[in-house]
């Protein structure tokens, strides 16, 4: 079909860095485009697999990197402004686009004449008629790989119920996510005193005033829940009773009600483990560690059985540390889950002398982004930023800024979005515009989107520290796409296994603790004094402060991941009363059931794996934080933040992208394998 030249995705965009036209895009131009696109890429295809020429790397994996470019345009537009600015007629194009798109990968993944042509290249290769060098190779194999783990020498008895069943899993997934994310706006508190609020800064109460008129509920106030299960808002409020009513309602999500997501979750797991089977793996997580660093989820689980119970004891004993605290306001009462958040920032204030709350005058948003996040990158890797006020994004409060060279050439575009709203799915997030290239000639466009309490109309932006690291952690993805330095698209930056991509976000934590790096954005919105030296030594010896309770919460919902993804088809639930019980039993095993640490995510709102792409490999971020740890430690022992160890990174780690396999690419960086008793140290385990 051919898409109406009036549509905006009907031809490449003429904005600077091809970026996406926001401010021409209207719902009804998505489906069209969709549909257009799908027809092309196959058309594209199906030439490259007919195609009666000898296969070289031209026309084969050219040919196939060159596809696919409208539906590309479309893709990249819709799911940045989908999960960041939705709707119900938004939320109505993703489900009726993920059927589509999963009848597209299966036309393409179970093509035996596209995979025939791929095996004809690979022959010519071996035959010594076509050399490949050393990125075209590992696209070669791995994309041979991919075709048969994704069931091309299947049978057509057993192809035509994969169909099915990727189709299915596709709208269920977009179901899961709808409904959670209604579901976690329905659970938001309303508080009709503002004396309740006490320990809320007078921002956070004015902001909750403005969350409450814009919900329709005028004269009150409304406590958001955040996406997990800690809530930011439990480690201020002196209220107990109303630390009671957000935890429970945080946990309560999607147990029942209009909002229940465990028929969702049943037989989302139950159709991952189905076509496992279908394809020859034991379960669905054997067949994502596969294509993994960890290769085999025995490996993941004998990580976490090693470091769950350790950080389980570690929680226990951080409790013992609590009771008394409680104690002292409430004689008789019992530690509870909405106890822990508030006493251990009281615990923190005593034992470091280091109140959060006086934190926050010196954790200004734009001084945090400019003289931080930028200012770290700019001394590692010579790059600078520049706000482009001429370009928009998907909603109005979205920033673009230009990214340059040293030597003042492009490098791409960084697009920020950084205030909830409704419609904007919680949590923060990076995602790719453009994808570098060599072969088009593209550079990055890239995107973080957050979820920053906004403030009322003339006032900063005052961020908790916790929002200072998600800023780090997510320009830490953004500076991976942006630096990426490869041929092909597929390759560009974050095209790497997911047990890996989490890792140079996680290593740009570090810098938000740099001395130099703090000493630089930690200074006073109204008075211009930096943040005492004290302060900043006390916060920086407090790192391990907590971490068994961070640990514990943490490594619950990767074994919680686990156990919804290993379990037989025949053991897993089939009924939503059987989820809570599955729960438990899951955790209980692992010997991380630890009441006053609830995991981070439970089943019913456990977004990750129930909507997004961590089904199974939700562990990532353990395993990305064992090189994260061993790569921090490199970096101390040369110096830290210098332009020499950064251009080593760059070159070695970020630029080469997903042109190489993922641990090669690592010992190449590291000269060595990843050292897990960093992460040990750093998490303050013995194991």
Aim: charged letters at 25%.
């Amino acid at each position: 079909m051919t898409l109406d030249q009036t549509n905006p995705f009907a031809a490449p965009s003429t904005l600077p860095y091809e970026l996406s036209p926001f401010a021409r895009i209207l719902p009804e131009h998505y489906l069209p485009a969709f549909e257009a696109g799908i027809a092309e890429k196959l058309a594209e295809l199906k030439a490259l697999a007919t195609d009666p020429e000898p296969p070289t790397e031209e026309n084969v994996i050219g040919a196939w990197e060159r596809s696919g470019q409208l539906l590309g345009r479309v893709l990249a537009a819709f799911y940045s402004k989908q999960p960041a600015d939705t709707d119900d007629e938004l939320d109505a194009i993703d489900a009726a686009a993920a059927p589509m798109l999963a009848a597209l990968a299966d036309a393409v993944n179970l093509d035996r004449g596209l995979y025939q042509r791929l095996i004809a290249l690979k022959g010519r290769v071996d035959a010594g008629e076509v050399t490949l060098d050393p990125p075209a190779s590992y696209w070669l194999s791995e994309s041979i790989k991919g075709f048969e783990r994704s069931g091309v020498n299947l049978g057509e008895a057993d192809q035509t119920r994969l169909k099915e069943l990727n189709a299915r899993i596709a709208e269920l997934q977009t179901s899961f996510g709808r409904v959670n994310r209604s579901g976690s706006v329905a659970a938001a508190v309303i508080v009709d005193d503002a004396a309740e609020l006490d320990g809320l800064s007078a921002s956070g109460i004015a902001g909750c005033a403005e969350a409450a008129i814009a919900a329709g509920h005028p004269g009150r106030y409304l406590i958001k829940i955040d996406n997990t299960t800690e809530q930011r808002t439990l480690s201020s409020l002196t209220n107990r009773d109303l630390r009671r009513r957000i935890h429970l309602a945080a946990v309560g999500r999607g147990w029942g009600g209009d909002f229940d997501t465990r028929p969702f979750a049943i037989e989302l797991a139950r159709a991952r483990a189905e076509r496992a089977t279908l394809l020859g793996f034991a379960h669905h997580a054997d067949y994502v560690a596969s294509n993994a660093c960890a290769r085999t989820s025995a490996a993941v689980n004998e990580m976490l059985g090693r470091l769950g119970p350790a950080a389980a004891a570690n929680a226990g004993r951080e409790a013992a540390e609590l009771v008394p605290l409680l104690r002292q306001t409430y004689p008789e009462a019992r530690l509870e889950p909405w106890d822990w958040e508030f006493l251990a920032e009281r615990l923190r204030e005593e034992r470091y002398q280091l109140d959060a709350t006086l934190l926050r005058p010196y954790l200004e948003l734009e001084r945090v982004l400019q003289q931080g996040v930028f200012f770290a990158a700019t001394a590692l890797f010579g790059i600078t930023f520049s706000e482009r006020l001429d370009l928009v994004g998907w909603n109005p409060e979205c920033r673009i800024f230009e990214v340059s060279e040293a030597d003042g050439s492009p490098l791409g575009l960084f697009v920020a979005d950084f205030y909830t709203r409704p419609g904007k799915q919680g949590g923060a997030w990076m995602n790719n515009i453009i994808d570098q290239n060599h072969q088009l000639d593209e550079l990055a466009v890239v995107t973080n989107t957050l979820n920053l309490v906004k403030p009322p109309a003339g006032e900063p932006t005052l961020i908790d520290w916790d929002d200072v690291i998600t800023l780090f952690h997510e320009f830490g993805h953004a500076l991976h796409g942006l630096l990426s330095d490869v041929r092909y698209r597929s390759q560009s930056g974050t095209s790497t296994p997911r047990d890996f991509v989490e890792f140079p976000s996680q290593v740009n934590e570090m810098w938000a603790f740099d001395p130099g790096v703090l000493a630089s954005f930690a200074v006073h919105y109204e008075t211009g004094e930096p943040m005492p030296r004290e302060w900043i030594e006390t916060m920086v010896a407090s790192q391990n402060f907590q971490q068994g309770y961070k640990s514990t919460q943490l490594l619950a919902a990767m074994i919680l991941d686990q156990a919804w993804h290993t379990t037989p088809l025949a053991e897993l639930p089939t009924d939503v009363e059987q989820v809570e019980a599955f729960e438990a039993d899951a955790l209980t095993r692992a010997g991380v059931n630890y009441p006053l640490v609830p995991t981070r995510y439970r089943s019913t709102y456990f977004a990750h794996i129930f909507e997004g792409g961590y089904a199974a490999g939700y562990y990532s971020y353990i395993w990305s934080e064992v090189l994260d740890a061993d790569t921090a430690a490199w970096f101390r022992s040369r110096g830290g933040l210098t332009s020499e160890n950064g251009e080593h990174y760059r070159r070695r780690l970020l630029a080469v992208g997903g042109s190489v396999d993922a641990m090669e690419a690592y010992r190449d960086f590291r000269g060595a394998d990843p050292d897990l008793t960093h992460l040990l140290v750093r998490r303050g385990l013995t194991v």
